[in-house]
């Protein structure tokens, strides 16, 4: 009898808590809690908040389907040149009418909703605080939630998740989503940001954040699906347009993106399911129409060039929560960086330095001289130096960094020239370069997009006045044209 007990001794401690975990277990299941089980689950259901997640969750517990990731499309076939030459200054002719540049008018800014310090997290009384590119936002998020668990890690673990999740009271959470998206003015990337953080703060479990993340999405009507890879959770997010760099999949002429694996490796074949969440098929748009309303961290810097001994300087002022926000961004479609705005006072500033050096002279003078500005206040470097990945940089983020390449300095001088002289502007991409397309009554170097003429202007051809195109890229056809929004 000793000897059995000194045996039931060295397997306890041979197994520790897991034992116990199987003792309890199994003490569980004979004490008739299969049928505890079955009639929690069938609870489950009659307690979910939204019809919706009754029929979704037959879906989650359908056979799922095999997928392979398509091959990831890359911004640029051919890797962009590591230098760029010099071109022979040409003395530009001074044609077109002169110029005057209209300063924007004095418009009110919405105030930016003052938020508690870090340093004062606790006063906000919620749940789970964090800094939002300078912005602390707080959730309260419901027990329910907290402890809801991808166990075991296979289909029926994601099931059991959605149950406990749709069951719990998620419905304030949603609605301080979508009031923080309201009053920081977030497009659909800052949502994408937001849900992201508050779910790794919810959980340390990357699975069970996904999940979370997955769950909050469907309820905000964007059209996004989980699946499995290796056991592990894979969140895809359906976009109508191209997202570079990026492993996606495709469900029925949908293509869905793994954000999490930007720029990193691919994810491979994985197991998930056909059907959207009823009613939530939005796609994530990644355009930057208006500018996020972030908390102010003002930083200024001074740019500037020398052309013919003579120095032209300004001083910018810029909001560091926003440049980090920006340089977050995925490799979206050109159409995003080329449409998104600079900040107001930024603009203003740059505008009315410019318009000293142009007012009064010839438009070919003046569009000259910006496209001199782009060129020669920045050193030139590729992004994989730079970054050790390909970024193309919003106009601000062009104006903040030393180093910038071809695209980046085409962004910029397109929204200037657009926003200066009203002119209609294009971007011109080549296999491994980008350049600028102005709809101008001018001569020179030009190319046809439809039955338009534009004559070219390269803002990294340095030196190069309007009409004047790299030698390398005049007889070669355009790959496409990026087209700008008035």
Known sequence: MQQNKDGAHKLFKQFGLFSVSII???SLLSAGSFEDFKRSQAENFKQYK???DVAFNKYLKAQWKAYSAKKKVEVYDTPKPKKIPQ?????IKKVGPKVNILMPKKVLEPAVKTIEKPTKIVEIKKDINFDFFGTMVGFNVDRSIKSANFYPTNQKGIASYFDR???SEYAELIEEIKKIKEDLKLNDWGVYLLVTKLSKHVYNIEDNSKLLSWFIFNKLGYGVKVGLAQKHVVLMHYSNKMIYSTPNYTFANKTFYVMANYAKGNVGRLYSYEQDYPGSTKPLDLSLKNLPNLEKNQKTKAIGFKENNKE???SINYNQNLIDFMGTYPQADYQTFFNAPLENETYKQLAKAIKKQVDGKKMSEALNF???FVQKSFNYEMDDQQFGREKVMFAQETLYFEKSDCEDRAVLFS???KELFGIAVVGVKYKDHMATGLYIPMQGDFVKSGSKKFI???PTYINSSIGQSMPKYKPKKPERFIMLKN
């Open 415 to 417: 929204y200037l020239v």
């Open 50 to 52: 939204d019809e919706r």
């Open 165 to 167: 999740v749709a069951s």
């Open 87 to 91: 071109a022979n200054p040409i003395e």
């Open 370 to 372: 910006v496209l001199h």
């Open 312 to 314: 032209f300087k300004v």
């Open 24 to 26: 309890l277990g199994s």
């Open 456 to 458: 070219l202007a390269d």
